[in-house]
Structures are given as C-alpha cells and as structure tokens.
C-alpha cells in the first residue's frame, strides 16, 4: 500500500506565524457550518475538527479579523464540495452531472439573489461567503473570486473525468489540474482582502506575478499531495496524488516516488525565492504584501498538513515529520521536466550571459 510511508522533514524557508484569534475563528466556523448545514452530518462533523480555523489563521496572520474568519468558512465550504461531492459523493464519477450542478453553485456565486437551489445548504453557505465577499472586497475582487471559483470546478470535473474512469493522468496533465484543483487559487482575492488593498490588474497580471502564484498553488498542493498520501493511499477510494502520478510515470516504488516528488517542490521553492526576490525589488507595496502572503499560505499550509488530525489520523496515525528544515534537499535551480511549468524557469535565468545581463530585467514578462 505504501500508506506507512515515512516522511522526512521538508524544506521550508518561510517563517512561521498564526492569526492570535485563531481558537475563536475555527469555533465560529463549526457554528457556521452549522447554521448553514454543510455536508452531511458525518462530514461536517469531521471537517469541524480539522481546524479548518488554525489553518485560515496562519494564511492571514496579521490580516483582519473577519476576514480570517471569511477564509475559514470558505475552506470549509470548498471541503464540503470536494469531500462531500467530488471525492466520496456520487457526482465524484459523474462529470457532467457535477459540471451542471458547478455552473448553478456558479450563477449563485456571481448573483446571489437568483432564485435557484433554494434549499441546496452549500448553495446557502455561498450566498452567505458572497455577501461577505462583497462586504470586504472591491467588485473587481470579488469577478476575481467568481472567476477563480470557475477555475476550481473546471479542474474538478476534469478530474471526476478520471475517477470515473479510474486512469491516473501523466505528469504533466496533472501538475496542470494541480495548479487549480487544491482550490489554492480561489484563496487569492482573500489575501488582499486580509490586508485591505487591491492590487492593480496590471501588477497582479504580469506573467511573472501570475507565476509567483501559480508555484505557491505547486509548493501547497505538491506538500499537501506528500502529507495526505497516508490518508488517501490508506482509504479504499480513488485518489490523484502527485505520488501516484509519478510511481506510474517513471515506474517507481512509493519511496522513490517520495523523494522525487520532495525534489521537484524544493526545486519549485528556490525559484519562487528568487522569483520574490525580483519582484520585490521593483514591485509596489502591495505586491510586496503580497508576495509575503503567498509565503504566509504556503507555511501555513506546511504547518496545518503536518498538525491537523485531517492528516494525521491519529486512530491510524501517518508518518508525517513535525518541523522543517531550513535548506533544500535539493539545491538544483534547474527547470522541472514538465511541459506546463518549464517556462517558469525562464523567469529568472540563474546566471546570464554578459551579452543577456542589462536584459534581465526585461525576460520578467
Ligand atoms: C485540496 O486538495 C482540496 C481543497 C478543496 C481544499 C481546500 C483548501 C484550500 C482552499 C487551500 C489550499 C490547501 C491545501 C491544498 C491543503 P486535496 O488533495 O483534495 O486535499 P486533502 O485535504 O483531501 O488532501
Ligand atoms: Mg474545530
Ligand atoms: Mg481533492
Ligand atoms: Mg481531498
Ligand atoms: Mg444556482
Ligand atoms: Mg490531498
């Protein structure tokens, strides 16, 4: 099964932190799932002991309060749509039925006041997010929000395709699926709503700031692929895991499948350094908060995938490390063979040529 598999601390260069409200926001979380009814019984109880609210309070450490609480109500509404729909309920393995149910959630997501799946309890709870959504949010965040959402159930159905079928994509199809369907994109429009500022389309639009972003989506979902395999590996479901896909790309053993996968984020991570670096250097206050952000979610989704019981499963309990290391096991800057993302790598050319050099400014689109 592989589901004992040990593993080792990982490299995380970012500093540790959590929102000091972070007890009474998951609190008023399991409250809101509640009144809402998100999941079934059975799920939502589960979900209310993830806390969901830790997690949402490490994202967004020093960010405001109700937006704290906004995100943890927001994560745990997404689990109820991908555990309680996608991964363990019927429309999991019927693409286009989930797809018609996706685009309705939609329509409720951009015009809450339609009067569609009135008694739909995740339809409910959405209405409720975009209320608050508005209230915290510019309207261009919240399209943002709209749109990002689309994204998310676009990946998933792609993803129910699979399951139905039961094939597991190669790597490159699912690193492309991955950058959308750990729903790490939809996260986005909160972390400037945590700090109150917008950033301006053409700043958060550049490609070399839609790639910042896309590798935090790769650095969390690839971490959460290698703390969640003991609990996907062990359930009898089907999963997609970056371990999975990469024991069958390259035929290899779980442990193998491990240290590669453990290669390809710490490589992704020393670019996304440097990345930052650069941006940093001619970027406007608020991309700088925003950089910081991206490395705020990607601890705090390091620290909440090696401490909630979600992974851990202490009645099973998994082989996941409790602290991190400060280096890289692997040092490489080179690009990852993957087609989708090798161009990430063109960002910031590691050593250029005296003749590319006064350039280099210019190959950050
Ligand atoms: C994550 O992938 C699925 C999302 C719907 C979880 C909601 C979390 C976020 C919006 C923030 C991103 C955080 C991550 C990816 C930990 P998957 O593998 O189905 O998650 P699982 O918890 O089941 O391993
Ligand atoms: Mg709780
Ligand atoms: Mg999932
Ligand atoms: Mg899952
Ligand atoms: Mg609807
Ligand atoms: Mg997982």
Known sequence: MGSQLAVPPIYSPFEAAIHPRHVVIDQRTAAWAETFRI???????????????????????EGREEVVSLLSDFVLWLFGVDDGHCEEGELGRRPGELSGYLQRLLRIAQNPESPMLLDDPLADGLRDLRRRVDRHGTPGQAARWVDALREYFFSVVWEAAHRTAGTVPDLNDYTLMRLYDGATSVVLPLLEMGYGYELQP???????VRAAAEMASFIITW???IFSYHKEASGDGFYLNALRVLEREHGLGSVAALDLAISQRDRVTNLFLRLCERLRAEGSPQLRQYLDSLGTFIRGAQDWGVSSVRYTTPEDPADIPSAFRDTPIDPGVGPLDIPAVAWWWGLVPDAPTPALANSGADSMA
């Open 202 to 208: 053409h700043e958060r639009d550049r490609t070399a």
């Open 39 to 61: 999941g079934s019984d059975e799920l939502r109880g589960r979900l209310v002991s993830h806390d969901i609210g830790g997690f949402s309070a490490r994202i967004l450490p």
């Open 223 to 225: 971490d959460n692929d």
